[in-house]
């Protein structure tokens, strides 16, 4: 199957949207996956980082399928935390010029028609393409997987993120850090 992975326009939304309500309705466990709301996926096309989606090739026999998610397969959100307080890197004890150049790659959500396709590997090397291309420098790359999800967390070392730390996040459910310095 063949995808264009490519960064998301405001014109995504409601697709990354479809995706997301899709795909926590499937989840066995859904307390591997913190979803959220339109307002908060819409700063982070531009204004908090940015968003990379898949989409099917069209002329796909599931492409543009409102039971695939509509034109999207799946959305990887990158978010910059600057200073904030939410920043992970706080709990990896960062300098401030670290936690500067600290990326979350906070979401990454697959339609699960499209699961299989290695989509969330392949938008998480869009996003370091992206993030390598930036004028800005930010080499601090840090994801949160739930301990058993034995999928995100596979995808995520396969592509050079170590676990180096184990909390407990998003209101009290635990999490891996990983790492990944460019």
């Known amino acids: 199957m063949e995808f264009v992975i490519r960064k998301a326009g405001y014109e995504d939304i409601p697709g990354i949207m479809a995706v997301m309500k899709d795909a926590q309705k499937a989840m066995e466990h859904p ?16 204004t908090y980082g940015f968003t990379i989606v898949a989409e099917p090739v ?3 026999s599931l492409a543009g399928n409102s039971l695939t998610g509509g034109s999207l397969a799946g959305f990887f959100l990158i978010k910059f935390p600057g200073l904030s307080e939410e920043n992970l890197g706080h709990l990896l004890n960062y300098s401030e010029e670290e936690l500067q150049r600290t990326v979350h790659m906070d979401m990454a959500v697959v339609h699960p028609s499209w699961q299989g396709n290695g989509l969330q590997s392949r938008m998480l090397r869009k996003a370091e393409e992206v993030l390598a291309d930036s004028p800005v420098p930010r080499n601090r790359l840090l994801a949160t997987v739930h301990p058993d999800n034995r999928y995100s967390l596979h995808n995520m070392q396969s592509n050079g993120y170590e676990i ?19």
């Open 58 to 60: 069209s002329g796909s």
């Open 164 to 182: 180096v730390k184990t909390a407990v996040l998003y209101g009290g459910l635990p999490r891996y850090v990983l790492q990944k310095i460019l």
């Open 31 to 46: 307390e591997w996956f913190c979803s959220d709301r339109e307002e908060y996926m819409k700063k982070h096309i531009e």
